[in-house]
């Protein structure tokens, strides 16, 4: 089975930094374009940053200048560095590829877990 599984959410102040990683679980043919997207409570899904294969990256303007998306794709995975945190930031974070390729017959959608952002004093 593949999936995405992230890591590195926590309890940060405000002004605070974190490292999330998605990586991909199982064997693959081809991964294309990644991205992140979070939610708060009440709030729906938003997306805050994607990155192609070739490395190009677009973020959400609330999140620009503070956080920066990568991918190592020799490992199969992309992280999101989190910096200058702020109370809104909190939320929980989604891994999302939007077309992965487990066998070159398959094309799936795939999301992870989940991970918990918490800012707070």
């Known amino acids: 089975q593949v999936q995405l599984v992230e890591s590195g959410g926590g309890l940060v102040q405000p002004g605070g930094s974190l490292r999330l990683s998605c990586a991909v679980s199982?064997?693959?043919?081809?991964?294309?374009?990644m991205a992140w997207y979070r939610q708060a409570p009440g709030k729906q899904r938003e997306l805050v940053a994607s990155?192609?294969?070739?490395?190009?990256?677009r973020y959400a303007d609330s999140v620009k200048g503070r956080f920066t998306i990568s991918r190592d794709n020799a490992k199969n995975t992309i992280y999101l560095q989190m910096n200058s945190l702020k109370p809104d930031d909190a939320a929980v974070y989604y891994c999302n590829s939007p077309s992965v390729q487990p066998t070159n017959f398959e094309f799936l959608e795939l999301w992870g877990q989940g991970t918990l952002v918490t800012v707070s004093s």
């Open positions: 990155i192609s294969r070739g490395g190009s990256t």
């Open positions: 199982g064997s693959i043919v081809s991964i294309d374009a």
